[in-house]
């Protein structure tokens, strides 16, 4: 007999390849912010089955659609989509209590407030050995001047630096409620292109693009790790010409203080309104 507090959620990545429903025994009301190296470049939101029966995958599959990433120990798996690099779970069969072994990336639900949860913080950044920072693009290979912040997708393949003041004090912060952004957990800053430099380890291969609705930008993340570095503008009709990047992957900054100073923006409301893909 099912209870009259159950509830059933739906999720997708962007692109639709991946869908999925998670029924709960009561609807979702606190959910976690964990501030690994990976969970803060990706901006996970997350909430757990409570078992492999609540939920039921009903396109594609977790091995054959979406691609995984593992690191350190490798006793954790995190998946992605590799079309539209939407961040969808993490599997962690070694979790002392099974009930805590799938965790699901709640902004991939399309039918669910982000803004009425309590998010809590794990502070998985004290878990297991401490994050170690690739190694920054050397300053002979570019000729910005100023304060550099580096930064990186997880594995390294996608590097950047930026010029941008100590701490971001005094710039720009964002974060956009449109249905890819929304997903992905983004919190931009847009420098213009001479104060930004990024490198692949493999050019044309590093670096995956994804685009929808009208094709104003190109969208690109790691084909490894899935985490989203910068983004690339083509807006020919507008005075406006700018280079986002993911200020999640900038080494050295307060991402929880920046969270909350960062401004909204307010894509969602524009037309054409997104629709999940069949």
């Excluded at 930026?162 to 956009?176: M, Q, S």
Aim: with cysteine; aromatic share 10%.
């Amino acid at each position: 007999m099912t209870s009259s507090t159950e509830h059933t959620y739906h999720g997708n990545c962007h692109c639709g390849a991946f869908k999925y429903t998670l029924t709960l025994p009561a609807p979702i009301t606190h959910a976690l912010n964990c501030t690994c190296s990976i969970c803060t470049r990706h901006g996970f939101i997350f909430t757990f089955a409570p078992g492999r029966d609540a939920l039921k995958i009903t396109k594609g599959s977790i091995d054959a659609t979406l691609k995984s990433y593992s690191f350190g120990p490798r006793t954790r798996t995190f998946y992605f989509c590799p079309h539209c690099g939407t961040p969808m779970m993490c599997i962690n069969p070694t979790a002392t209590d099974p009930k805590y072994s799938l965790a699901l990336n709640v902004r991939a639900f399309h039918d669910i407030d982000l803004e009425r949860l309590q998010i809590g913080v794990y502070d998985g950044a004290a878990v297991g050995e401490p994050w170690v920072p690739h190694t920054p693009i050397p300053a002979e290979e570019h000729v910005l001047a100023g304060n550099v912040h580096n930064g990186s997708c997880h594995c390294g393949a996608v590097r950047v630096a930026v010029v941008a003041p100590p701490g971001l004090e005094g710039c720009g912060v964002w974060t956009c409620n449109c249905s890819l952004c929304r997903r992905r957990g983004f919190l931009w800053m847009y420098p213009p292109p001479q104060d930004v430099v990024m490198r692949e380890k493999q050019e044309g291969v590093s670096l995956t693009p994804y685009y929808f609705g009208e094709r104003r930008g190109t969208h690109t993340f790691c084909s490894t790790c899935g985490v989203s570095v910068i983004n690339m503008l083509t807006q020919p009709n507008r005075a406006f010409l700018k280079t986002p990047v993911n200020v999640r992957c900038l080494e050295g900054l307060d991402i929880g203080a920046l969270q909350k100073r960062a401004e909204m923006l307010d894509f969602a409301s524009r037309e054409p309104q997104y629709v999940v893909p069949e």
